[in-house]
């Protein structure tokens, strides 16, 4: 096992107020129903941001908690990692804006694009950015206004998302310190793309008269496809993070998997040997958040005294791409 070089000093949160349950798709006009959408996905409500709520604003909520509780000023942040699927624009990036609104005055700031693997893949960079030496303290947030790119009149997509950001503070570590990143694991399979995607709006299909009308700037998701790679690549990352620690299902303390769907979460805890007991799930909350579910989760099981000092966490995420993604922390 390798020295931990990178620990969570802080963690934090940005979830909008305003809540939309499954009763509230009626009056969309959608043919859905509460009952179908727990049975198959575990989610009873969601968090949509106002008009005013953006990617960089939710992101500077979450990343004062975090900054607060790890006692860092703005001024020491060496890099900002922004994970978004979710943009407010598309040039500059959305972690400038962030850098700006912190007043982080000499920190490099980045949005990496990894879909709902997106944060695990910003915290393996952040981390790897500490090993070379080149930063002493980051801000890895994942931020995302799901609500703006979903398509409101697509039942399969639009009541699986929800909106919202996680923010930590990642510190280098003292010598011989035993807490932090035991091991990291990323993959991707970009042969799969199309399976989850926004067809249009980008440099290849840019926004158009035509690309409005066909609705294809918007999420398309094969439900089905999806499901089954998640559930296999989410049980590789487990196993890869595991070996990497030198640890089994066992010695983990808590599992906090990305919050797509519930069924997706019993499926990889059952193959990790991790009892439902053990894992971390708030699906039911705010539906699928992408990047920023594992860090909301990861702030919420700290706040209510599941993950304290001593605790091993296993994180595992999958997301468009396909990307999956894992870690193993130690508190
Ligand atoms: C989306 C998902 C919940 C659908 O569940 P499913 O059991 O696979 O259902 P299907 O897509 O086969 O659809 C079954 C039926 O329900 C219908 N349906 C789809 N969405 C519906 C909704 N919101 N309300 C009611 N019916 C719905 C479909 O049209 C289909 O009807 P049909 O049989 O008449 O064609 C499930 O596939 C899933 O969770 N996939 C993974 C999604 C995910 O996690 N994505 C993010 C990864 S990061």
Redesign the pocket.
């Known amino acids: 096992m390798k020295r931990p070089v990178a620990f969570i000093a802080g963690t934090g949160r940005g979830i909008p107020a305003r809540i939309m349950t499954n009763h509230d798709?009626a009056a969309l006009g959608?043919?859905?129903?509460h009952e179908?959408?727990v049975e198959?996905?575990g989610i009873v409500q969601r968090h949509i941001a106002t008009d005013a709520e953006t990617t960089c604003s939710m992101a500077a909520t979450a990343a004062r908690t975090a900054m607060s509780r790890a006692g860092v000023q703005p001024g020491e942040i060496d890099a900002i990692i922004l994970s978004t699927a979710t943009a407010d624009r598309l040039l500059p990036s959305t972690a400038v804006d962030l850098q700006a609104e912190l007043g982080a005055t000499r920190a490099a700031a980045f949005d990496l694009s990894a879909?709902?693997?997106g944060w695990i893949y910003a915290m393996t960079v952040a981390e790897g950015l500490m090993q070379s030496g080149v930063i002493e303290t980051a801000l890895v947030v994942g931020s995302e206004k799901m609500s703006s790119i979903v398509d409101w009149q697509d039942?399969?997509?639009?009541?699986?998302?929800g909106d919202g950001a996680g923010a930590v503070i990642l510190k280098r570590n003292e010598a011989h310190s035993t807490r932090g990143i035991l091991s990291a694991f990323m993959r991707s399979d970009g042969t799969l793309a199309e399976l989850?995607w926004r067809p249009s709006g980008g440099a290849k299909a840019p926004f158009s008269q035509a690309v409005l009308d066909d609705r294809s700037s918007y999420v398309r998701?094969?439900?089905?496809g999806?499901?089954r790679h998640?559930v296999r690549s989410m049980s590789e990352a487990c196993d890869r993070a595991l070996d990497g620690a030198r640890l089994r299902g066992d010695d983990i303390d808590i599992l906090i998997p990305?919050q797509?769907?519930v069924?997706?979460i019993e499926a990889t805890a059952k193959y990790a040997n991790i009892p439902m007991s053990k894992v971390y799930v708030n699906v039911d909350r705010y539906g699928?958040t992408?990047s920023a579910s594992i860090p909301i989760a990861l702030d919420e099981a700290i706040e209510s005294g599941r993950v304290k000092g001593g605790t091993t966490a296993l994180l595992v995420?999958?997301?468009?791409g396909f990307t999956w993604g894992s870690m193993v922390v130690r508190f």
């Open positions: 798709f959608l043919e859905t129903s179908w959408i198959r996905t879909a709902c693997s039942r399969s997509t639009c009541v699986l998302f989850l998701m094969a439900g089905r999806t499901f998640a990305h797509a769907n069924r997706i699928n992408s995420a999958f997301g468009a």
